[in-house]
């Protein structure tokens, strides 16, 4: 038997490519069911929403580590985790084989949030590295790599979903293999090792005092599940959609209202946004937004 962990959209063409080639999938653990949106509606993960579709039995544990025991109790083969979301306990790894389809080209971006951190850091190519799983954070050895480019109109979204699909391909054609024990790990080299942790609040900031490009690419990272945010005037405001400007004339923060255009100044130019959404109100491209909004003032400045 199998046991699939994954949470997210990211992780659904992967288990659905393990049930279309009839393997023994018979746990899904998943993260807990959560309120979201402005109206606090209780919603099922996609993944959750995929395994009930097949009648597959659901796991929710709070804390895997409290609860992790249930898990053993299964007596599975082989755990496969995508995206889950929460640490796999050392006693679990001691006893059943485990392997990740982890979205970096390891050793970069061990951690959480490896395709916001390349988008944050204008990477032009990331990857999919197939792992065998350890108590070190993404830190065993790996099976299999795949790499892509990263195009200039990739969000987190799009490159979320490509990525999503090379990691059910790679998966595909190595499972065989490794359900047998018939393949080669290769340890990482520690020297080249970086991180990309989960996410806080904070890391979600733009900063005008930085680069348009910055920005930019924090936005990106970000669109279209979370949003970058900034305040004005003790608002919060969160962009979905930017792009570069071509006004550099302007300061940080300074705000520059156009016909149906709304430009914050950045260290080195404006950045235009094009997506956003007020506290309490909807989603809206600017050029609707800008239609008797008063938030943003021609000419004013973002102070926080």
């Known amino acids: 038997m199998i046991v699939f962990m994954g949470t997210p959209e990211f992780s659904v063409p992967i288990l659905q490519m393990l049930i279309d080639e009839k393997y023994p999938v018979g746990l899904v653990v998943t993260q807990p069911d959560r309120l979201v949106g402005r109206k606090k509606e209780l919603q099922k993960s996609p993944v959750k929403q995929l395994a009930e579709k097949y009648g597959i039995e659901v796991f929710q544990p709070e804390n895997l580590r409290a609860d992790y025991q249930y898990i053993i109790d299964k007596k599975p083969n082989l755990i496969i985790t995508a995206s889950y979301g929460q640490i796999l306990p050392k006693a679990l790894l001691d006893q059943i084989k485990a392997i990740n389809v982890h979205g970096s080209l390891l050793p970069k971006y061990r951690g959480g949030a490896p395709i916001q951190y390349s988008l944050f850091n204008g990477d032009k190519e990331t990857g999919i590295t197939l792992m065998e799983m350890v108590f070190k954070m993404d830190a065993g050895a790996m099976i299999d790599k795949a790499s892509l480019q990263i195009e200039a109109f990739d969000d987190y979204g799009i490159l979320s979903q490509k990525l999503s699909l ?125 239609n008797g909004q008063t938030l943003f003032i021609n000419g004013g400045k973002i102070n926080g």
């Open 166 to 290: 090379i990691g059910r391909d790679i998966l595909k054609k190595n499972l065989d293999n490794i359900i047998k024990g018939n393949y080669t790990a290769i340890p990482q080299n520690e020297a080249d090792v970086t991180f990309a942790f989960t996410l806080k609040y904070e890391d979600e900031a733009l900063d005008f005092n930085k680069s348009v490009l910055w920005n930019h690419n924090r936005v990106r990272g970000l669109s279209p599940n979370v949003g970058a945010h900034f305040t004005i005037n003790n608002v919060l405001v969160k962009v979905f959609k930017s792009r570069i400007s071509d006004i550099i004339d302007i300061k940080p923060g300074e705000i520059r209202i156009l016909p149906k255009r709304l430009v914050i100044g950045c260290l080195d130019g404006g950045l235009e946004l094009e997506l956003i959404q007020q506290a309490g109100k909807k989603l809206l491209p600017v050029r609707d937004y800008l």
